[in-house]
């Protein structure tokens, strides 16, 4: 009786992946690196979560309700920075992002725009509101104008993106009518881009709204002006109120801006299906 | 479906339209990415001819059909529409022929989200300032235009209802209607039925027909299916990797044309009707 004899099997040589391993070293060393240059040390985390419930019996124990009018004031201020920036910088993505669209402007025309939309997309809305306030001052206005150009970077993304996304057809029968570039954006593309770009301009008024909160840091006024200065001051039980007038507007905000774009969206969605008996 | 009258310009108002031959002389089309779509594409239809246009797709006949609104530049040859040279025009003077030049598509191509009236409007263009056309304003002129379509088509009611929620039929119906408002002189239809059920597919070949026995009007229709194109066309041209391998009436076409055009056997799926 002989066992029989046993094949030896053809294994693939395992691959090997050094791009990927390099990969894992790197963010390893970098995260080292980064940890061990800003000395942060374990003690100093075993503080955190008692200094956390210090704040924050210090914040909410005994909040300071004179403040009240003036939170809600100044959030109101943040809120129409937020809309009129938006505003502004809808208009202006969309006039500058639909001649971005492949298929709408020539590539020097397409070109130098993305350019433009990527260096303001690589600048923060609180610096351009450093630079521009050189010229218009500590106002509200700036905090607006700022949020207008720092949305362009991305809003007139979104827009070329969207009008890309917007299928061939009714354009080239737009094209074959006898019909002008003009044309072809207005009937041939705009009307099935609008609702996702209403949906998007909405979208762009919530993080402005945050932004916004952001942007009062540097004294453009609004809610953010004033958490910093009671903040310096130490004034606790005003800033935890402060705090909580912020988080709920902006989370109103967010659920009220939230519904309408889904209804936006989901309507767009609904009446092209519907049957109109 | 057939109780409204198409050619009848009821109101008196009189059609600009004058029906023009179409001529193709050695036309090649090449792509820029190297596809040879037509090869050397002789063919004159003469006015108010109905002509269908079959091979199996990747055949060029979506291309030739495009050739001749200038939508697809020729690579060599001439195309001539009327008295116009279509691969001698460019800008305005280009648009100003598309103008004259109706056509519908298999998927349509309507603004879904816009009404019937805007999207049959669209045919006013050519016609139009640009100003006018971006606010989606019409002259009393071009409203009477677009209704005048729509009802000769069989779609007034819908006037003011969203293209997007209609049916296949309605939509190219409406398609039909865009095209009729610019009061064409040539009218090309690019398998304007491959998307719809055979009883839809044949009152949207029957309302082509009639546009051509009733207005005159010069109609390139591209086909793949044989039996559309015996019953509704008198005229049948065969494409075959981009050469013209067939000329000749539609009727008379046996299914041996047939499988010579498509290059292999014919199959049930060549005819709308099993």
Do not use: C
Request: proline share 6%.
């Amino acid at each position: 009786m002989t066992a029989p004899a046993i094949a030896p099997l053809a294994i693939p040589a395992r691959p090997r992946k050094p791009l990927v391993r390099a990969a894992w070293a790197l963010v390893t060393v970098a995260l080292i690196a980064a940890w061990w240059h800003l000395d942060i040390g374990l003690r100093d985390l075993a503080t955190l979560p008692p200094d956390i419930v210090h704040y924050t019996r210090l914040m909410f124990t005994d909040p300071d309700l004179t403040a009240l009018p003036d939170a809600f004031f100044q959030t109101w201020r943040s809120v129409a920075m937020a809309w009129v920036g938006a505003l502004l910088g809808v208009v202006l993505s969309t006039l500058l992002g639909i001649p971005a669209a492949a298929g709408v402007g020539p590539w020097w025309v397409r070109l130098p725009l993305r350019g433009l939309f990527a260096v303001i997309r690589a600048v923060p809305e609180v610096v351009i509101a450093i630079i521009i306030l050189t010229v218009t001052g500590l106002t509200p206005f700036t905090g607006a104008l700022a949020l207008a150009i720092g949305g362009i970077g991305t809003h007139a993304k979104w827009t070329y993106e969207t009008i890309e996304a917007v299928p061939s057809g009714t354009s080239e029968a737009v094209t074959a009518a006898g019909g002008n570039l003009a044309q072809v954006i207005r009937w041939g593309l705009w009307p099935a881009a609008a609702p996702e770009l209403m949906s998007l301009a909405l979208y762009r008024f919530e993080i402005n709204v945050r932004t916004s909160a952001i942007l009062g840091l540097i004294g453009v006024g609004g809610i953010g002006d004033l958490l910093t200065g009671y903040t310096q001051h130490r004034q606790w039980d005003t800033v935890g109120v402060l705090i909580v007038v912020v988080i709920a507007v902006t989370m109103s905000i967010d659920a009220v801006s939230g519904r309408i774009r889904r209804r936006i969206m989901e309507g767009a969605r609904v009446r092209d299906v519907e049957r109109s008996a | 479906m057939s109780a409204h009258a198409l050619g009848a310009e009821a109101g008196g108002a009189p059609s600009a339209s004058a029906s023009w031959p179409v001529e193709l002389k050695d036309v090649t089309v090449r792509y820029p990415n190297g596809v040879v779509a037509l090869k050397g594409v002789s063919v004159r239809i003469e006015p108010g001819e109905i002509v269908a246009v079959v091979g199996l797709s990747g055949s060029g006949k979506s291309t030739l059909i495009r050739t001749i609104n200038g939508l697809v530049p020729v690579t060599e040859g001439t195309v001539t529409v009327g008295d116009h040279v279509v691969s001698e025009l460019r800008g305005r003077a280009l648009r100003e022929l598309r103008g004259h030049v109706g056509m519908i598509f298999q998927a349509f191509n309507l603004a879904d989200r816009a009404s019937v009236f805007h999207n049959v409007l669209v045919g006013r263009f050519a016609h139009t300032p640009t100003w006018r056309t971006l606010i989606g304003a019409a002259s009393p002129r071009d409203r009477e235009v677009v209704m005048r379509a729509l009802d000769s088509v069989g779609m007034l009611e819908k006037v003011w209802g969203r293209a997007g929620a209609l049916s296949g039929g309605q939509k190219q119906r409406v398609a039909i209607a865009r095209a009729l408002s610019q009061e064409p002189s040539v009218m090309l239809a690019d398998e304007p039925v491959a998307s719809l059920d055979p009883p839809t597919a044949h009152s949207v070949m029957r309302d082509l027909e009639r546009i051509n026995q009733e207005r005159g009007l010069t109609v390139l229709v591209n086909l793949h299916l044989m039996d559309l194109a015996r019953q509704y066309t008198t005229r049948m041209i065969g494409l075959r990797q981009g050469e013209l391998v067939y000329d000749g009436p539609a009727a008379d076409a046996t299914d041996a044309d047939f499988e010579a055009i498509y290059g292999r056997p014919i199959q049930p799926r060549d005819r709308l009707d099993r």
